[in-house]
């Protein structure tokens, strides 16, 4: 079933607008248009609520308020004055994150993406996306079934990375976390290693890919 | 020079000259004096039996007159006893001259060429005043063979001498005690003057508000009453300039959301287009890439009226760089996609907090990764990076800035590079923004062009 998202905004253009991009990304959208009926709203039964601050009626931050009082649904803010008073003022009164005035409809819709998203997978114990599989206590992986050995440099490689998922790691910080310090290993070494490891992840090697000025990232989705 | 000291050298300065002219004038009216005693005695005592005497037997009357170097002038030669007065004193007469000053008595020395020019000149008297003792001729008031007498008196015989050094002494104190004086009456007035001054540094420094106080109703009271004008008048035109920039800065506030509601509708217009349109149309493109400026000069626009109304307008507090560099991206990311260049960062994975204005630096770091899009071409790459520390490094591998460039980037009026011309606008604003920004959070700020291309640059600064 789609979650459900409640947009406050007063604005009638930008409040259709928002509601028929949220709709097109695939959630269950409602809108009210109107501080006192916005206050007056029971947010119990969304996973999200988008709340502009300039409202006529009730004041957005004291719609905020009185949602505290009973839920802790993600509010996401949408604030046209940008000034550090009223974000320090939103976050201290339990939003989320804000998104200032003017956006994107895929900014918008990436930061509703990032506070809907629930965890995939179990950190801790492994991965198992596409035909690659990954027991991380067990340090052991497999691609379609078929083990594959790995160095401990390139497991530990591998799991710094699915560690953290989607995001991108720079060489830096990797060498620092993976090559053995006694060694002096370099970003050079780092490359070496990561282009063995890719090797042997054969058709799953595509999941690591190279990030331009940064270093590599994990990519988890599934028709990667 | 401090009132005090310019008061002392002035009554210095005068008082020397006159405390000199003073005693000159005692011991030159002295002399006066004496040389007018003797003529006056000399011709009295003549007229009464010397000049009988000697115009008729010379010898003898010198010989009682005791005319001899080193005798003095017996009282038989001038008159009877008697007349010179008991205890009053005299001088040994030395010669008797002639009217062609040819001495009276053969064998007495002629007279001083220097004493004789000067009688000659028409002069009654003419003195010589040595160390032991004063030399006077006198020409008398008849003519003949003792017409002129030559007169000794002892120096001491000059009364002015004591009394010139009293004089000085006497002058002396008397400046003394007029610059003790003046000290005395000046400690209140240099006492208040620098109660003025203290009120006066006080007030400025509290924005000209309240009064100094006035007291008495001298120069200085008017000093203070002239001050209270003149910053009453500061005072009103600071009234003025506050409130015509709270004005100024309310109106660009509702004008900002005023512009940015439906500039987010035109976004949301554009973004449609593209999605009917497709990637491929170059006028989509276009319009993105206007919206998307015009937006961030607008912020820009607000940042840089915050910055420049100073501090209290520059708010600080907590807040998580990792979420800052997020927002950062996920706002340019579509322009990126639509221009066909790839924007990626990296996060540490633990939170990195810092102290600062979130609105000002999400701008800084806005700016810098706008540019690195705005001047990349299609295929281009945009990298953000935040390490602790802090470190967040903005690469590009677009044009770059020429070397001798970097220095200058983030001058108001800068824009570097012919191939950071091609949009001519914004670049300066945007970029003076960022150097603002890290110079008020005390951030250290590098621009650098790599040798394999494109601009790196890293802001640094502490962590709370």
């Known amino acids: 079933m789609a979650e459900r998202i409640l947009v406050v905004e007063d604005d009638a253009k930008l409040g259709a607008q928002i509601v028929e991009q949220l709709e097109r990304a695939g959630w269950d959208v409602k809108w009210i248009d109107d501080g006192d009926v916005a206050a007056r709203e029971e947010p119990a039964p969304y996973s999200l609520v988008i709340l502009d601050l300039m409202l006529p009626g009730t004041y957005g931050l004291d719609v905020l ?4 009082k009973t839920s802790d649904v993600p509010v996401l803010i949408l604030t046209a004055r940008d000034h550090p008073a009223d974000r320090v003022r939103g976050l201290e009164l339990g939003a989320d994150d804000y998104v200032t005035k003017p956006f994107w409809p895929e900014e918008l819709v990436a930061r509703v993406k990032a506070r809907l998203r629930r965890p995939v997978m179990t950190r801790a114990e492994g991965v198992a996306v596409g035909a690659l599989r990954i027991d991380l206590s067990a340090r052991a992986v497999s691609v379609a079934g078929e083990a594959i050995e ?11 990375l699915v560690r953290r998922p989607g995001q991108a790691l720079t060489r830096d910080a990797l060498v620092d976390r993976v090559l053995d310090p006694e060694r002096m290993g370099t970003a050079r070494t780092l490359d070496v290693h990561m282009s063995r490891l890719r090797k042997k992840l054969g058709v799953e090697s595509k999941r690591i890919a190279t990030v331009w ?12 | 020079m401090k009132l005090r000291a310019r008061l002392l ?15 000159l004038y005692t011991a030159w009216s002295s002399r006066q004096a004496l040389v007018q005693a003797t003529y006056e005695t000399t011709v009295e005592r003549m007229e009464a039996v010397g000049r009988e005497r000697c115009e008729e037997v010379p010898e003898g009357f010198a010989r009682r007159a005791g005319i001899r170097p080193g005798r003095a002038l017996g009282p038989r030669a001038l008159g009877p006893r008697g007349a010179l007065g008991p205890g009053r004193r005299f001088g040994r ?19 001083d060429p220097a004493l004789r020019a000067e ?33 000794d008196r002892p120096a001491g015989d000059l009364a002015g001498r004591a009394a010139a050094s009293r004089t000085a002494g006497l002058a002396a104190g008397v400046v003394a005690v007029t610059a003790l004086a003046a000290f005395l009456a000046l400690a209140p007035v240099v006492r208040r003057i620098r109660r003025l001054e203290a009120a006066v540094k006080g007030q400025a420094s509290g924005g000209y508000e309240g009064s100094v106080p006035i007291e008495g109703s001298d120069e200085v009271a008017d000093l203070a009453r002239a001050f209270n004008e003149a910053s009453s008048q500061i005072r009103l035109r600071l009234e003025e300039l506050s409130a015509r920039d709270k004005a100024l800065t309310e109106f660009l506030q509702s004008t900002t959301h005023d512009v940015m509601v439906p500039l987010t509708v035109l976004q949301g217009h554009l973004s449609d287009l593209r999605r009917i349109g497709g990637d491929s149309e170059p006028v989509v493109r276009a319009a993105m890439e206007e919206a998307h400026y015009l937006a961030s000069l607008v912020k820009n626009l607000n ?14 507090h907590e807040l998580d760089l990792g979420e800052l560099v997020e927002r950062v991206v996920s706002r340019h990311a579509p322009i990126a996609k639509t221009r066909g260049i790839a924007l990626n960062h990296s996060i540490p994975e633990e939170p990195v907090h810092v102290n600062a204005d979130s609105t000002l630096l999400e701008q800084m770091v806005g700016n810098l990764v706008h540019n690195a899009i705005r001047y990349n071409q299609e295929g281009g790459h945009v990298a953000v990076i935040l390490e602790r520390g802090f470190r967040v490094t903005v690469k590009d591998d677009g044009p770059g800035i020429p ?41 250290a700020l590098t621009f650098e062009s790599p040798e394999e291309g494109g601009l790196t640059v890293v802001i640094r600064g502490a962590e709370v």
Do not use: N
């Not at chain 1, 994990?218 to 990667?224: I, R, V, Y």
């Not at chain 2, 062609?100 to 053969?106: K, W």
């Not at chain 2, 009654?124 to 003792?146: H, K, L, N, S, Y």
């Not at chain 2, 940042?303 to 600080?316: F, K, S, T, V």
């Open chain 2, 119 to 151: 009688l000659e000149g028409g002069a009654e008297t003419a003195a010589d005043f040595g160390d032991q003792r004063v030399r006077i001729a006198m020409r008398m008031p008849w003519d003949g063979p003792c017409s002129v007498i030559v007169v």
């Open chain 2, 303 to 316: 940042a840089a009226a915050r910055l420049d109304a100073g501090e209290p307008m520059i708010a600080r």
């Open chain 2, 403 to 443: 070397e001798e460039e970097l220095e200058r980037v983030g001058e108001r009026q800068f824009r570097g590079g012919e191939a950071r011309q091609r949009r001519p606008t914004g670049l300066g604003l945007g970029l003076h923004i960022v150097r603002d920004v890290a110079e008020r959070h005390g951030y």
């Open chain 2, 93 to 111: 007469m030395q010669a008797v001259y002639d009217d062609t000053y040819q001495p009276r008595i053969a064998g007495d020395p002629p007279l």
């Open chain 1, 65 to 68: 308020k009185r949602y505290r």
């Open chain 1, 213 to 224: 000025g940064i270093g590599y990232r994990f990519d988890p989705s599934e028709d990667a």
């Open chain 1, 150 to 160: 790995l160095t401990k440099v390139e497991f530990d490689l591998l799991a710094e």
């Open chain 2, 9 to 23: 050298a002035t009554l210095i300065v005068l008082a020397i000259p006159i405390v000199a002219g003073f005693t």
